[in-house]
C-alpha cells in the first residue's frame, strides 16, 4: 500500500463558488493528519508549466467565504495530448506527491480518469461546475450559489418589469445544461423557460406568451445561453414581429453567476467533499468522484464524470408547464 505523505489539489474548467472552501477543507485535513498539500497552480496548465505553492494554514485562513479559486483555474489543450500528460507526469515526479484532488466539471475529471489510467497514479475527482450537469451526483460545487445568483437578480428584474408592463427574456448560463435556467424558472415563478434540452417552437412561444401575459403586468422568459433557437436577444428579435404590441426586454446575466460569496450549502458540501477525498486517498482509493445522493455523500467510478442526460431536465420542465396561469 502507497502511504500518502503529500497531497496535491487542483481546480480545473470554470471556476464554481465553493471551490476555495474545498481547497480549505483538503489543506486543513491533510495537515492536521501530517500530510503535506501541494496546490496546484491555473489547472492542468500548472502540472505542465511547474507553477505550484506549499499550502499550509496560512494560505487556505479566511477563504471559506470568497468565490473563485486561489489556485487559479484554465482549460489546457496541452494536457489532452499524451507528451502534455507526460510533462504534467514529470511534474509530479519532481514533487514527489503521492496523490492528487481534482476539482472541475465534466472535461476535467475525464481528463484525470485519462492520466491516472496511463500513469497509474491515485486520483480523486470533486465535482466542481455551476451546470450540475456531472452524472452520478445529485449536486456540484457552485450549483446551488449560481442558481440563488439568478434568482436574486430575475427578482429585481421582476420589479421593473411590473412597472413598466414589460416581458424579459433573462438569459442565463448553460450552454449544453438546461438545469440552472429550470430551477432558476421554478423559484423566481418565470412564466417560461428555454433551454437546450428541448427545440424551441418560436410560434408556440408567443402562443404561451400571449397567454400566460393576460391581466398581469409582466412576464419573465428565461432562456439558458445553449437554447437552439439562439440566445436571449436573438429570441426577442425573433419574437418581436409577431408581438408588436408588447413591450420586450432582453437581459443577459453572464458571469456574475460564476462569482459572489457560495452558499452556506455550498460551502458545507464543498468541505465534506474535500475531507472525503482525503480519506480516500488514504485508504489507497483511486480513479474515484465524490457525489452527493440526498444529503449523503458517496463515492462513484470517475467514469461517472459526464455530462447529464436530458431526462433530469424535462421532468423539472413540467413543473414549468403545469405552474402556467391559463
Do not use: W
Not at 105 to 129: M, N, Q
Not at 172 to 190: H, K, P, W, Y
Not at 252 to 261: A, D, K, S, W, Y
Amino acid at each position: 500500500m502507497k502511504i500518502m505523505k503529500k497531497i496535491g489539489v487542483l481546480t480545473s474548467g470554470g471556476d464554481a463558488p465553493g471551490m476555495n472552501a474545498c481547497i480549505r477543507a483538503i489543506t486543513k485535513f491533510c495537515l492536521n493528519h501530517k500530510i503535506e498539500c501541494v496546490g496546484i497552480m491555473d489547472g492542468y496548465d500548472g502540472l505542465i508549466h511547474q507553477k505550484a505553492i506549499n499550502l499550509g494554514y496560512d494560505e487556505v485562513n479566511n477563504i471559506i467565504q470568497r468565490g473563485g479559486t486561489i489556485l487559479g483555474s484554465a482549460r489546457s489543450k496541452e494536457f489532452q495530448t499524451v507528451e502534455g500528460r507526460k510533462k504534467a507526469h514529470a511534474f509530479i515526479t519532481q514533487l514527489q506527491i503521492d496523490g492528487l484532488i481534482i476539482i472541475g466539471g465534466d472535461g476535467s475529471l475525464t481528463g484525470a480518469k485519462i492520466f491516472s489510467d496511463e500513469f497509474d497514479f491515485p486520483i480523486i475527482g470533486i465535482p466542481g461546475t455551476i451546470d450540475n450537469d456531472i452524472l452520478g451526483s445529485d449536486h456540484t460545487i457552485g450549483y446551488d450559489t449560481a442558481v440563488n445568483t439568478v434568482i436574486e437578480a430575475v427578482d429585481k428584474i421582476r420589479d421593473t418589469a411590473s412597472s413598466h408592463k414589460r416581458i424579459f427574456f433573462v438569459e442565463v448560463m448553460g450552454r449544453d445544461s438546461g438545469l440552472i435556467a429550470l430551477n432558476s424558472a421554478i423559484a423566481s415563478g418565470a412564466e417560461s423557460v428555454l433551454i437546450p434540452e428541448k427545440n424551441t417552437d418560436i410560434e408556440k412561444l408567443v402562443e404561451d406568451i400571449k397567454e400566460v401575459h393576460k391581466g398581469k403586468r409582466s412576464a419573465i422568459i428565461i432562456v439558458a445561453e445553449g437554447d437552439d433557437a439562439g440566445d436571449a436577444v436573438t429570441i426577442m428579435k425573433k419574437v418581436k414581429p409577431l408581438l408588436s404590441d408588447y413591450d420586450l426586454r432582453a437581459t443577459v446575466l453572464g458571469h456574475i453567476q460564476r462569482g459572489g460569496n457560495p452558499t452556506a450549502y455550498d460551502r458545507i458540501i464543498a468541505t465534506r467533499m474535500g475531507i472525503k477525498a482525503v480519506e480516500l486517498l488514504l485508504e489507497n482509493k483511486s480513479k474515484l468522484m465524490i457525489a452527493t445522493e440526498g444529503s449523503k455523500l458517496v463515492t462513484r467510478s470517475i467514469d461517472f464524470a459526464e455530462k447529464k442526460s436530458p431526462d433530469t431536465a424535462l421532468t423539472k420542465l413540467q413543473i414549468i408547464e403545469q405552474l402556467r396561469t391559463k
